[in-house]
């Protein structure tokens, strides 16, 4: 089936079943999801359209990110 992205899930359980979502991440300004702890903590109640609101980054740019790296987009 190939690589998917569940935007419901946590960005916590996307990173714990794809460890190569992290750097992806960190690649659109996610620079905290690479600390463990930010992880553990935030990352169990924050999802990826919250966190583009409080980042202020585009939910088109990081979809289009995600896709140019193989990824399917599920929302």
Do not use: H, W
């Amino acid at each position: 089936m190939g690589k998917v992205i569940d935007l419901s899930k946590t960005v916590y359980e996307i990173c714990t079943e794809d460890p190569g979502i992290i750097d992806i991440m960190k690649e659109l300004g996610f620079e905290g999801i690479t600390n463990p702890g930010m992880l553990n903590t935030a990352g169990r109640f924050m999802t990826l359209p919250k966190g583009a609101v409080m980042k202020k980054l585009s939910m088109e740019k990081i979809k289009d990110v995600f896709q140019s790296k193989g990824y399917q987009i599920r929302e």
